[in-house]
């Protein structure tokens, strides 16, 4: 997880905006309590926000995370 966020981070050490999520595609949560965990991509927001639907508890469930605390499923393959 560590890795993977520096990697995501410009020369300066300042994590990068992703650009690449697209709403509807598999996304990775890489920080905080749903680490590692995948899901799909539901919405993205101005306010820098992005819900993902996570399998939890034998359903589905909509969270709102950071839009840092998520990358594209296959960049972490």
Do not use: K, Y
């Not at 994590?15 to 991509?41: N, S, Y």
């Amino acid at each position: 997880v560590v890795e993977a966020l520096i990697d995501a981070c410009g020369e300066d050490g300042v994590l990068r905006w992703q650009a690449d999520l697209t709403v509807g595609h598999p996304v990775r949560v890489v920080v905080g309590p749903f680490a590692d965990l995948i899901g799909e991509l539901e919405q993205l927001t101005d306010a820098g926000r992005v819900r993902v639907l996570l399998n939890l508890m034998g359903g589905c469930t909509p969270v709102f995370l950071p839009r840092t605390h998520v990358v594209p499923a296959e960049s972490m393959l």
